[in-house]
T-cell receptor, first 113, second 110 residues
C-alpha cells in the first residue's frame, strides 16, 4: 500500500483481556518495527523483524507481549493479560532493508480500563 | 545502553530561526536522525546525519559532531505548521537500531 496501515486505530479493553494489534507495512519493505509511545515520551523500541524472523525482540517488556510476521508482510502484536500500564500508542514502522528513515503508521491507541 | 538529551519545550516566533539541540551517549554509533510528530499524528522522518557536518533540506538543516556526541536541528523561516514535537534518534548496533529521545515540543507563536 501507499503507507503503513495500522488497525484498529483505537482499542479499549478490560484489564486481563487479550488484544491483537495489526500492522500492514509498505509493500516491499522487508524491515518492520514495533514501538510503543506513552504521552509526552518518545517512541520506545519493542521488536524488529527482518523478513519473517524477529531479529531483535529485546524491547518486549515481558512474556505477555509477542509479535509475529508469518509471511514477511503483515505483522501482529499480541498482548496477553493486559494491564493498565500497557495503555499507550503502539506504533509500527517499516523500511526497505534496515536503512534509516522509517515510515511510521498512525498507531493504535490502546486503553486498558 | 543509549541515552539522549534534548530540551523538553521551545517557543519561537513565526518567521524566526530555532535550533533544537541533542546530545547522546551510545555504543556502536552509526548516525543521528530527526523526526517530526504533530499531536495525534505519526512520527515523520526529517533527516539523517552519519558524518560530521551540516545537511540541508529546504527550511530544515541538521548538524552532527561525532566527537562531541552532539547534533542539532535548525528550522528556518518558521511557520505555524512547524508547531510539533521533534525527536532526535540514534542509530546504533548491528542493524542500526533506532533509539528515540524524549522529544522537544516546539510552539511557534505569531
Amino acid at each position: 500500500g501507499a503507507g503503513v496501515s495500522q488497525t484498529p486505530s483505537n482499542k479499549v479493553t478490560e484489564k486481563g483481556k487479550y488484544v491483537e494489534l495489526r500492522c500492514d507495512p509498505i509493500s516491499g519493505h522487508t524491515a518492520l518495527y514495533w514501538y510503543r509511545q506513552s504521552l509526552g515520551q518518545g517512541p520506545e523500541f519493542l521488536i524488529y523483524f527482518q523478513g519473517t524472523g524477529a531479529a531483535d525482540d529485546s524491547g518486549l517488556p515481558n512474556d505477555r507481549f509477542f509479535a509475529v510476521r508469518p509471511e514477511g508482510s503483515v505483522s501482529t502484536l499480541k498482548i496477553q493479560r493486559t494491564e493498565r500500564g500497557d495503555s499507550a500508542v503502539y506504533l509500527c514502522a517499516s523500511s526497505f532493508e534496515a536503512v534509516v528513515g522509517y515510515t511510521f503508521g498512525s498507531g493504535t491507541r490502546l486503553t486498558v480500563v | 545502553g543509549q541515552s539522549l538529551e534534548q530540551p523538553s519545550e521551545v517557543t519561537a516566533v513565526e518567521g524566526a530561526i530555532v535550533q533544537i539541540n541533542c546530545t547522546y551517549q551510545t555504543s556502536g554509533f552509526y548516525g543521528l536522525s530527526w523526526y517530526q510528530q504533530h499531536d495525534g499524528g505519526a512520527p515523520t522522518f526529517l533527516s539523517y546525519n552519519a558524518l560530521d557536518g551540516l545537511e540541508e533540506t529546504g527550511r530544515f538543516s541538521s548538524f552532527l559532531s561525532r566527537s562531541d556526541s552532539y547534533g542539532y536541528l535548525l528550522l528556518q523561516e518558521l511557520q505555524m505548521k512547524d508547531s510539533a514535537s521533534y525527536f532526535c534518534a540514534v542509530s546504533s548496533g548491528g542493524y542500526q537500531k533506532v533509539t528515540f529521545g524524549t522529544g522537544t515540543k516546539l510552539q511557534v507563536i505569531p
